[in-house]
Structure formats: C-alpha cells, structure tokens
C-alpha cells in the first residue's frame, strides 16, 4: 500500500514545498514539458503557405525604388503600352499609384516565366 499512497498524494499534490517529494513531482512535470513535443507527435505544426499569394513580390532596389516580380500567366501580352498598363493595374492595389521606370520579362530558375518591375511611388 505504501507504493499506492505515494502515488496517490503525487496525483493530490499533498507535499509541501521544499520537501523531496514535492521536488520530484516538479521535476517529472518539467521533463514532461520539454522532453514531450519530442517524443510525440501533437500535430501543432503551423500551415505551409505559399511565398505569395498574389502572384506579385515586392522588394526594394536600394535607390528609392520600388522592384516588382509579377507572373508572366498574369499578363495577357500585347505591346509595349498594353503590357504596361496591365503591369500598372496589377501593381497598384498592391502599393497605390506609381509610375513604370521600366520592365522586363525574365525566367526564375525553375523555368517559369515572370515580369520585373522598376516602379516609382507617385507623391
């Protein structure tokens, strides 16, 4: 019965403070709390998304401004003013009004094909 009672008093927190009892029944709770999430599985991982969902990543280039990466599939094509200005309409929910510098189609190292956008804030 002893092995029971003890058991039974670690379960009902019945030691005091300061006691070996006690420190014993802090440190299982402490080895269960860092050493679990390694032995199981809780599933408590965050979700993997996408590097962006829009299609259009948005960095700077050091003098002002603004460099933009836009699919290719976003844009239909056509001249150079038609490009542009489905290039502008893509870019400006994204950073409000601005102004083209300059563009450019290039491909990314898996092969697909995007636009890179130099892009001024307008003031």
């Known amino acids: 019965m002893g092995v029971f009672n003890t058991i039974r008093s670690y379960v009902l927190w019945q030691h005091e403070r300061g006691t070996l009892h006690y420190d014993i029944m802090v440190t299982l709770i402490l080895i269960f ?26 960095s700077s280039d050091g003098a002002g401004e603004l460099v933009y990466q836009i699919e290719a599939s976003m844009v239909a094509g056509g001249d150079d003013a038609a490009v542009r200005g489905q290039l502008q309409r893509i870019i400006e929910p994204v950073s409000g009004e601005v102004s083209i510098v300059k563009y450019e189609k290039v491909s990314d190292t898996g092969g697909a094909q995007e636009y890179r956008v130099w892009a001024k804030r307008k003031p």
């Open 33 to 58: 709390i860092f050493f679990s999430p390694r032995v199981i599985n809780f599933n408590d991982k965050p979700a993997a998304l996408p590097p962006h969902r829009t299609g259009v990543v948005v």
